[in-house]
């Protein structure tokens, strides 16, 4: 496997439009324009942000993983990935990337998930599928039915030679980040993981930062 060389953003973050902190298990829905930047920072190190991705002019066409990495020839994200909807449209591409391996594979933590990996008393849990529906809720375009496979930024789900997913120790640490550029209207919908029960995390979930760049003042920000 060859050695990764983190891509670092040229932004400025006094520069960025917007800045929010998004706290473990808490949720976050926002519309990006072509060209804004939106960077998702590991505050902590190790704490997987579940991210599902839409295009803001048709919420149907959502976020896919096969085409992104039947695309790509790969399956973790990075640098130079490009994101692509069911209909094979171009959502965003990842321009910067500290971490270096993003899962796109394991999916989102739900209440049935928890049970079936962990113990059965572990269905009231808060999890990431409640968190996707409680935030697609505030919204009139979406339902239930628009829940989709995710991106998991900064978890590590290696794959067996036999096709087995493997929760593995994070990738990250603290302050590491990815960057994304908007390559088409795109809604991005964020669940910061709950979850108490993989010891990727130590079991201690912790807050993520999102920031956004407009893309008039991409160029201006460097």
């Not at 009139?140 to 789900?157: G, H, I, T």
């Not at 990250?172 to 960057?179: I, T």
Request: aromatic share 8%; charged share 20%; hydrophobic share 35%.
């Amino acid at each position: 496997m060859s050695t990764f060389q983190p891509v670092q953003s040229s932004l400025l973050t006094e520069k960025a439009l917007y800045e929010q902190v998004i706290a473990a298990g808490d949720g976050w829905i926002h519309d990006l324009l072509p060209g804004q930047v939106l960077r998702i920072v590991d505050m902590e190190g190790n704490q997987a942000v579940d991210t599902l991705f839409y295009s803001t002019e048709d919420p149907s066409d959502h976020y896919s993983g096969i085409r992104t990495i039947t695309r790509q020839g790969n399956l973790y994200l990075t640098t130079g990935s490009t994101l692509l909807a069911e209909s094979g449209r171009e959502l965003l591409q990842i321009t910067a990337d500290t971490c270096g391996r993003h899962d796109t594979i394991g999916g989102a933590c739900s209440a049935q998930s928890n049970t079936v990996r962990y113990a059965h008393d572990k269905l009231p849990m808060h999890n990431c599928r409640d968190t996707f529906m409680l935030m697609l809720s505030q919204r009139d375009e979406y339902s239930k039915r628009d829940l989709a496979p995710n991106v998991n930024f900064f978890m590590n789900v290696p794959v067996t030679p036999e096709g087995e997913l493997t929760f593995a120790d994070g990738l990250s640490a603290p302050g590491r980040y990815v960057e994304l550029l908007a390559l088409a209207p795109v809604t991005v919908l964020i669940s910061n993981c709950p979850q108490l029960n993989n010891p990727c995390n130590a079991y201690n979930p912790t807050p993520a930062k999102v920031l956004i760049w407009d893309a008039e003042g991409v160029s201006a920000n460097v």
